[in-house]
């Protein structure tokens, strides 16, 4: 139940120490709120079904072994993810699920019903949330819900977001370990970058899920993928007609930047959009298959004699890193498809195959990634 906190009660707030078990807590969550839960927390609704890839993380041992809900976006947004864990975990078929807070399609007295001990929330459900008075409902019957985020402002929260669900579940030195791992990948680009005085930065267009619909096109302001782009060395060229994470530019403007890269993020939706034009990257993906379709978006007008098409530097990437703990793996590849000779040595793929087996229960299938020499 969400409560205003006392003064006896600031040295229970999250990152001042290391719970006992069956305590009452008051932890902060990414909304800013302090919320009252018993940890570590045994009964968990996850407010979004990709939200097991940071409970993977933690509960590497039994990932599902607190999950008693989960949003049904796992399987549609992720189908060669969800397969993945499906052959090893076949009773995570049996999780209810639910419809999402921003759709008004989640059921809050079957959430009730299943009695949770917390639920989590992404931020950008907390104003439907709030609207829908959620909030209240919940803790009139003393169920907490706590917001965490990996989409809106990724790069500036995931570390503090794994570190309130290792508060929650009593796992804080896993969630450390992952965090500090985190940070080492993302500083393996941001330190060299930061020793080249007369860098070149590439200018970027990042297309979001291309191919997902016949229109163009989805990209990302100056945070997610726009914030990577940033990151690695380049210059987001989508930022300055995107004022916020998310929205949209026309071809036109897509021609008037002439970008030297194009980077298309992609993933298996075919429960989404049948036999669409969407790139398949991901987990054991056909690589192939993924340049040919990556091949045939740049076709579309506002791309074919662009200078990112021209040159051949036109690539896809996972799009689930923008929604997710793994953006480091991200940022290192996209370094070195934008800066190829300070990167020669920098392996996204070997990065993600020990983060795999540092941290998840499953094995690491390559597939994340695609490129295509569109000039050639």
């Known amino acids: 139940m969400e409560k205003v906190a006392s003064a006896a009660a600031i040295s229970l707030v999250l990152f001042s120490g290391v719970a006992l078990a069956g305590e009452t807590v008051k932890i902060k969550d990414i909304a800013g709120r302090e919320v009252e839960v018993s940890v570590p927390v045994e009964r968990v609704i996850l407010g979004e079904g990709r939200q097991i890839y940071f409970t993977a993380a933690l509960d590497t041992d039994n990932p599902f072994g607190r999950v008693i809900g989960w949003r049904d976006d796992f399987k549609k947004a992720d189908l060669d993810g969800y397969n993945i864990y499906l052959k090893k975990y076949p009773e995570m078929e049996k999780i209810p699920t639910f419809g999402g807070m921003k759709d008004g399609t989640f059921d809050i007295e079957q959430a009730v019903a299943l009695k949770p001990d917390v639920i989590i929330m992404n931020t950008e459900a907390k104003s439907a949330t709030e609207e829908s008075g959620y909030i209240e409902k919940l803790a009139a019957v003393g169920i907490p819900l706590v917001y965490i985020d990996f989409r809106e402002k990724p790069m500036e929260h995931t570390d503090d977001s794994m570190r309130i669900i290792g508060k929650l579940f009593g796992k804080e030195e896993r969630a450390e370990e992952f965090v500090k791992f985190h940070d080492a990948q993302i500083a393996r680009v941001t330190d060299v970058l930061a020793d080249q005085a007369d860098l070149k930065k590439p ?109 051949g530097n036109v690539h896809a990437i996972w799009h689930q890193f923008y929604n997710s703990p793994y953006q480091f793996v991200a940022v290192q590849q996209i370094a070195k498809w934008l800066h190829p000779d300070l990167f020669q040595d920098l392996d996204a793929d070997a990065t993600f195959k020990e983060m795999h087996e540092r941290f998840l229960p499953v094995d690491y299938h390559p597939g994340y990634f695609a490129s295509v020499k569109t000039g050639s």
Do not use: H
């Not at 782009?229 to 004022?243: C, T, W």
């Not at 959009?273 to 993924?290: F, I």
């Open 203 to 311: 200018v970027v267009f990042i297309e979001r899920a291309g191919g997902y619909s016949d229109d163009c096109c989805m990209s990302f302001g100056n945070e997610n993928f726009g914030k990577m782009v940033e990151l690695a060395g380049g210059v987001n060229m989508a930022k300055d007609f995107i004022p916020g994470t998310f929205g949209t530019v026309n071809p036109e403007q897509i021609i008037a930047s002439n970008p030297d890269q194009v980077i298309v993020t992609g993933s298996n939706w075919e429960l989404y959009v049948p036999s669409g034009k969407w790139v398949g990257v991901g987990p054991g993906a056909d690589e192939a298959e993924a340049a040919r379709k990556l091949a045939e978006l740049m076709k579309r007008p506002g791309f074919t004699d662009i200078k990112a098409v021209t040159d």
